[in-house]
C-alpha cells in the first residue's frame, strides 16, 4: 500500500496548478508515445476493435455516410479509426485537451495492418482498409490524416457538450472516458448526450469504474478505493491529472434511464471485494455493484 500511497502523492504533486499539469501532459504524452511503441500493439487494444465493430454491425447502427461521435478520443482516436476502416461515415473526434500521438498511432495501425483478418471487415471492403491504413501510414500530421479519414476534431477544454445541435449524431461512443468525468456534473452530462443522439440512435459506452491507482500497484485490489471515505479520498488520494470519479455501474444505469435512453445490451466484470472495508458512503450498494471493475453498455434513445 506504500506505493498506492506514493503515487497518489506524485499525482497530487502534478495537479499543484497549471503550470504542474501542463508539465504532466507533455511528459506523460512523450514518455507515452515512446513506450507504445517500444511494447507494440496490445491484443487488448484488436479485442476493442472488434468488439465497436460487432456491436455496430448486430444493432444495424452507423451506416453507411452516418455521422458519430467519440467523446475522450485520447493519444491515438483507436476506435474512431477502426470504424472508419469498416465503413464511410463522418466521425467528430472531441476531447477536453490535445494528447495525441501520431507515430504511436501510425505504428498501433501499421501492426493492425498485419492482424486485419481479425476484424469482422466485410470482405469487399479489405481493399479500402487497406488503402486507409497505407493512407495513415504516410501522414505526416493529424491534419493530413483527418482529411483522409474525413475527420473533425474537437478540443473543448471545459468539457460541455452544448456546442453540439440537438439530435446531431446516429453514435455517441466511448471507451474508458466517462470515469473521468466530473461526478458533480453527470446527470448534467448524461441528459446532454442524450439530447445529441437521434431517434433510434445508439449511445455505446465501456465504462472502468475500477480504482485506477490500484493499475500501478500489484496486489492492490482494483476496488481498493471504496475503503476511503470522500473526506479521506480527496484529502490523500484525488487528483486533477488522473481524476475518476469513483461513481459506480447502478448509478451509470440509473443517470442513463433517467436521461430516457433504453438498455439494449449490457456485459459486466467483477472482482472480489470481500475482504475489503467498506467506507460507510459505499456500504448500502449491493456488494456485486462494488464488485464491478468494467463494464459496456448499448442504450438506444426511443425513435
Same mark, same amino acid.
Given at each position: 500500500?506504500?506505493?498506492?500511497?506514493?503515487?497518489?502523492?506524485?499525482?497530487?504533486?502534478?495537479?499543484?496548478?497549471?503550470?504542474?499539469?501542463?508539465?504532466?501532459?507533455?511528459?506523460?504524452?512523450?514518455?507515452?508515445?515512446?513506450?507504445?511503441?517500444?511494447?507494440?500493439?496490445?491484443?487488448?487494444?484488436?479485442?476493442?476493435?472488434?468488439?465497436?465493430?460487432?456491436?455496430?454491425?448486430?444493432?444495424?447502427?452507423?451506416?453507411?455516410?452516418?455521422?458519430?461521435?467519440?467523446?475522450?478520443?485520447?493519444?491515438?482516436?483507436?476506435?474512431?479509426?477502426?470504424?472508419?476502416?469498416?465503413?464511410?461515415?463522418?466521425?467528430?473526434?472531441?476531447?477536453?485537451?490535445?494528447?495525441?500521438?501520431?507515430?504511436?498511432?501510425?505504428?498501433?495501425?501499421?501492426?493492425?495492418?498485419?492482424?486485419?483478418?481479425?476484424?469482422? &471487415? #466485410?470482405?469487399?471492403?479489405?481493399?479500402? =482498409? +487497406?488503402? !486507409?491504413?497505407? @493512407?495513415?501510414? $504516410?501522414?505526416?500530421?493529424? /491534419?493530413?490524416?483527418?482529411?483522409?479519414?474525413?475527420?473533425?476534431?474537437?478540443?473543448?477544454?471545459?468539457?460541455?457538450?452544448?456546442?453540439?445541435?440537438?439530435?446531431?449524431?446516429?453514435?455517441?461512443?466511448?471507451?474508458?472516458?466517462?470515469?473521468?468525468?466530473?461526478?458533480?456534473? &453527470? #446527470?448534467?452530462?448524461?441528459?446532454?448526450? =442524450? +439530447?445529441? !443522439?437521434?431517434? @433510434?440512435?445508439? $449511445?455505446?459506452?465501456?465504462? /472502468?469504474?475500477?480504482?485506477?491507482?490500484?493499475?500501478?500497484?500489484?496486489?492492490?485490489?482494483?476496488?481498493?478505493?471504496?475503503?476511503?471515505?470522500?473526506?479521506?479520498?480527496?484529502?490523500?488520494?484525488?487528483?486533477?491529472?488522473?481524476?475518476?470519479?469513483?461513481?459506480?455501474?447502478?448509478?451509470?444505469?440509473?443517470?442513463?434511464?433517467? =436521461?430516457?435512453?433504453?438498455?439494449?445490451?449490457?456485459?459486466?466484470?467483477?472482482?472480489?471485494?470481500?475482504?475489503?472495508?467498506?467506507?460507510?458512503?459505499?456500504?448500502?450498494?449491493?456488494?456485486?455493484?462494488?464488485?464491478?471493475?468494467?463494464?459496456?453498455?448499448?442504450?438506444?434513445?426511443?425513435?
Amino acid at each position: 500500500m506504500l506505493k498506492y500511497w506514493l503515487i497518489a502523492a506524485v499525482l497530487r504533486a502534478f495537479s499543484a496548478n497549471a503550470w504542474t499539469r501542463r508539465l504532466y501532459r507533455r511528459l506523460g504524452n512523450a514518455l507515452g508515445a515512446r513506450t507504445r511503441i517500444r511494447r507494440g500493439l496490445p491484443d487488448s487494444y484488436v479485442r476493442r476493435a472488434r468488439w465497436i465493430l460487432d456491436v455496430l454491425t448486430q444493432h444495424d447502427t452507423a451506416r453507411q455516410g452516418a455521422e458519430l461521435l467519440e467523446l475522450g478520443t485520447g493519444w491515438l482516436q483507436w476506435e474512431s479509426t477502426v470504424i472508419r476502416l469498416w465503413r464511410d461515415v463522418r466521425i467528430t473526434l472531441y476531447d477536453v485537451w490535445d494528447n495525441r500521438q501520431l507515430p504511436a498511432a501510425q505504428h498501433y495501425f501499421a501492426q493492425l495492418a498485419e492482424r486485419l483478418s481479425e476484424l469482422p &471487415l #466485410p470482405p469487399e471492403r479489405e481493399p479500402r =482498409a +487497406r488503402e !486507409l491504413l497505407a @493512407g495513415i501510414a $504516410a501522414a505526416r500530421s493529424f /491534419d493530413e490524416l483527418y482529411r483522409l479519414l474525413g475527420f473533425r476534431y474537437v478540443v473543448e477544454p471545459s468539457g460541455a457538450l452544448a456546442q453540439f445541435p440537438d439530435a446531431s449524431f446516429d453514435v455517441v461512443f466511448s471507451c474508458n472516458v466517462l470515469e473521468h468525468v466530473d461526478a458533480a456534473i &453527470l #446527470p448534467a452530462y448524461v441528459r446532454d448526450m =442524450a +439530447r445529441l !443522439l437521434k431517434p @433510434g440512435g445508439y $449511445a455505446v459506452h465501456t465504462i /472502468d469504474p475500477g480504482d485506477h491507482l490500484a493499475y500501478y500497484c500489484r496486489g492492490v485490489s482494483k476496488k481498493n478505493y471504496i475503503r476511503y471515505s470522500e473526506p479521506t479520498w480527496r484529502r490523500w488520494y484525488a487528483n486533477d491529472v488522473q481524476y475518476f470519479n469513483r461513481v459506480q455501474r447502478s448509478t451509470w444505469l440509473r443517470l442513463f434511464q433517467e =436521461a430516457g435512453l433504453e438498455l439494449a445490451h449490457e456485459e459486466v466484470t467483477r472482482t472480489d471485494i470481500s475482504r475489503l472495508p467498506v467506507a460507510p458512503a459505499f456500504a448500502p450498494l449491493d456488494p456485486a455493484d462494488l464488485a464491478c471493475t468494467g463494464f459496456k453498455v448499448i442504450y438506444r434513445k426511443p425513435a
